[in-house]
């Protein structure tokens, strides 16, 4: 029973570990297109840009705004990513701590197993053993 309960332990694990591997991807999938997007516009804000180039100096501050504010969004997103990235490498490490901690235990139960089952034998082997004495003791008393 231990040992189906460490497989099952082990089993839980690696969905958890292959569940948040998939949540991980998501976030960076996502985190990418929106990377993606915000790129597109800035190449097609400054495509815009220098297409209007001989526009007036008040769309031209307003277009420089705008690249700005994008490009401060590019920024806080590329953080995010750096954040999440980082936060993926010590939850997989912690991942991986765990796996061999309960590698370890599942051992050591294994072990605790096989010392239980010997001493289980060797009760069993001193009831035999005291039983004939004392069935010895008893023939002798009645002779």
Known sequence: KPKAHDETTQIKLQVIIEQHQKEL????NQFQTLLDMKDKELNDLSYKMKSKRGSST????ESKKLE????????????????????????ESDS???ETKLKEQGILIHNLQL????????????????????????SSITR
């Open 58 to 61: 008040e769309t031209s501050r």
């Open 115 to 138: 010392s239980n089952s010997k001493l289980e034998n060797s009760i069993q082997q001193f009831k035999d053993e005291n039983d004939q004495m004392l069935r010895q003791v008893d």
């Open 25 to 28: 991807n998501i976030l960076q």
């Open 96 to 98: 991986e701590q765990n």
């Open 68 to 91: 700005q504010d994008l490009r401060n969004q590019l920024y806080t997103l590329e953080e995010d990513i750096k954040s999440k990235s980082l936060e993926m490498r010590w939850l």
